[in-house]
């Protein structure tokens, strides 16, 4: 099993591979959906993979809570300056933070 600095390093590859933005920094404030524009079947792939890092336990974070499906709000990306916020706050350390709780707990995330 991986630790909190293994977490953060496969994070991040994996938030770059994913996303649709050039060269993004990344830190722990950097929003998942509106920075990143990761949505739909990409962030519920992320939200998988970083469930099976932390052990067996079962999914419990709904990644359709955070941002739109796969064929939802495609006008947010044309019209990002005018878009208002329709889905809470899913931040880099939202999702790490989930993770070592997971792990520590053996809760699921």
Do not use: H
């Amino acid at each position: 099993m991986a630790d909190d600095a293994g977490d953060i390093v496969w994070l991040i590859d994996a938030l770059r591979e994913a996303t649709v933005v050039s060269a993004p920094d990344i830190s722990a404030d950097t929003e998942i959906y509106y920075d990143l524009r990761i949505s739909g079947d990409d962030l519920d792939a992320l939200v998988d993979a970083a469930a099976r890092r932390c052990g067996p336990a079962a999914l419990v974070l709904e990644p359709a809570q955070y941002a739109p499906g796969e064929a939802g709000d495609w006008f947010d990306g044309l019209f990002k300056a005018r878009a208002k916020r329709r889905y809470p706050s899913f931040t880099v350390g939202k999702l790490l933070a989930a993770m070592a709780q997971a792990r520590a707990n053996g809760a699921p995330i």
